[in-house]
């Protein structure tokens, strides 16, 4: 074997080795190690918190639209080497070479965006009751912020929350997945080539359990963001509220395409094998349930399940792939336990077993499944599975798919396909969930809108979009009263 990278951590602009303990990167296209990262103890955390803490005031005390020239610069980096993260990120993701450049598209858009809010980060100035007196409000950081993200998206999901934090004047303590450690060492060579200041952001690659509960139990952490699965979500919410500590939390979701009777079926089977099928089903936006209309459920089910057949499943980095391997061995055997409770709650239509033959032998690789005939209440039709698997129920109305469509513990993307205008209407108002698409799957949310969920899937924050400036900064009102005489607010006004 020849010499593997070893992915480091990053404190106060030095690249640090905890030589204690290590672990092994996998390609899950063949199970192969890659690399290893170092993994953190609770000691390097706060080493981390305490780098940021101290870098804080001066990033704050730099202009905006400074710290924002530097986000540009950033993006202009990433653009340059988008081929070469695309490849760190098929290596040990596993998602088609298309998809992570997709992915390392999406930060390069958020680093060109947040580099514009530099010179925007917009107050409110409004009028004041009283004459001679003005009244605003300004957007100021909340301090440090603790940034833990997944290994679905490891370069997207961590730029949603890195530029916002940076532009706004917070200082970072980044934990990275277990899984992922490649994209976040890319990253922050980028950010450290561009020169932020030493201090402004700091990585520490680790556990949850070590790394990421230091991070939330850390008093100078102010805020925690943290995107992954629901159990880890409601332990970081119990402990940060009980601190009293900001965080912002985006979890699983169980979303659903609907396919009504005036759809144009072709589309909404292109749709549906994007959404259901890409990246092997391991995104929070990722379908999982089809609502369809009676009337053409044989239709859909007809095309969905030969197109289904069609998919290339294979190695990430082979161009030609359609769907690549799940993340790793436990992945695999959670997703085929839920296909065996769902062949018990409706009828298999394709796919079903674990690939390991031939060339499937060494990864960890999952047949595209349907199953038909699933009651709204069953445990495929209501447990996120996080792959690539789908529960099709069938409905006689528009209202009852939206009923079917809501009945669900959680609340991130929903989709229609029809063609019927009174139809796109009634969805766009009544799913009751964070993102809404007519006419497309339920992925492919865009960087300059907000992205979250309502129910479990999130505690009312949302990521990217200038929605995240709400998460990583504090409204601070001001008001200057220039009439020389005190003026009392409510009764000089009132008499
Ligand atoms: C995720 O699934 O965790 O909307 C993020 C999408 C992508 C981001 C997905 N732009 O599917």
Redesign the pocket.
């Known amino acids: 074997m020849g010499k593997i990278p070893l992915y480091r951590n990053y404190v106060d602009g030095r690249w640090q080795e905890d030589a204690n303990r290590r672990e092994k990167v996998i390609n899950p296209a063949n199970a192969k190690v890659i690399a290893e990262a170092v993994i953190s103890s609770p000691q390097i955390v706060h080493e981390a918190v305490d780098a940021a803490k101290r870098a804080q005031p001066a990033w704050k005390a730099v202009p905006a639209p400074e710290r924002g020239e530097l986000l540009f610069e950033i993006a202009q980096k990433l653009k340059e080497k988008k081929e070469e993260l695309a490849q760190v990120l098929t290596a040990e993701n596993g998602k088609p070479i298309q998809e992570a450049r997709g992915?390392v598209q999406?930060a390069i858009d958020m680093g060109f965006y947040m580099a514009g809010e530099g010179r925007r980060l917009f107050g409110q100035t409004v009028p004041a009751e009283l004459p001679n007196k003005h009244a605003m409000s300004v957007r100021s950081p909340v301090g440090v912020a603790g940034l833990i993200t997944?290994w679905?998206?490891p370069i997207?999901?961590a730029s949603w929350k890195m530029f916002p934090a940076i532009v706004s004047g917070n200082t970072v303590v980044w934990k990275p997945a277990l899984e992922t450690p490649g994209m976040a060492d890319q990253f922050v060579k980028i950010l450290d080539e561009c020169g932020l200041p030493h201090g402004v952001v700091n990585l520490v690659n680790g556990t949850g359990e070590e790394a990421g509960n230091a991070i939330v139990e850390h008093d100078e952490v102010d805020i925690v963001s943290f995107?992954g699965s629901t159990a880890t979500g409601r332990a970081i919410a119990s402990k940060a509220g009980g601190m009293l500590k900001k965080v912002s939390l985006?979890m699983g979701?169980k979303n659903a395409i609907t396919v009504m009777d005036s759809a144009d079926i072709n589309l909404a089977v292109d749709g549906i094998l994007w959404?259901g099928f890409g990246?092997s089903g391991?995104?929070?936006?990722?379908a999982s349930r089809i609502i369809v209309h009676r009337a053409v459920k044989q239709e859909l089910e007809e095309a969905l399940v030969a197109k289904t057949r069609e998919l290339a499943v294979g190695d990430g980095a082979d161009e030609n792939t359609d769907v690549g391997p799940v993340i790793g061995e436990t992945a695999l055997t959670s997703i085929h336990d839920y296909v065996k409770i769902g062949r018990q709650e409706g009828e298999l239509l394709c796919g079903g077993q674990i690939l390991n033959e031939g060339k499937y032998k060494k990864g960890y690789y999952y047949e595209p499944t349907i199953i038909t005939n699933v009651h709204p209440s069953a445990r495929i039709a209501q447990e996120e599975i996080f792959g690539p698997v789908l529960a099709i129920i069938p409905v006689n109305s528009l209202s009852e798919a939206i009923q079917v469509n809501n009945d669900s513990a959680y609340g991130l993307?929903s989709s229609i396909f029809t063609n019927n205008t009174n139809e796109v209407f009634r969805a766009m108002h009544e799913m009751d969930t964070g993102?809404v698409y007519v006419n497309a799957g339920?992925?492919?949310?865009?960087?300059h809108l907000p992205?979250g969920g309502t129910k479990k899937t999130g505690n009312g924050h949302r990521d990217s979009g200038t929605a995240s400036l709400d998460v990583f900064t504090e409204w601070k009102s001001v008001y200057v009263d220039y009439s020389g005489t005190l003026q009392r607010a409510q009764i000089d006004n009132n008499e």
């Open positions: 992915e999406e997944p679905n998206f997207a999901i995107t985006e979701g959404s990246t391991q995104r929070c936006t990722a993307s993102i339920t992925t492919g949310a865009e960087i992205f």
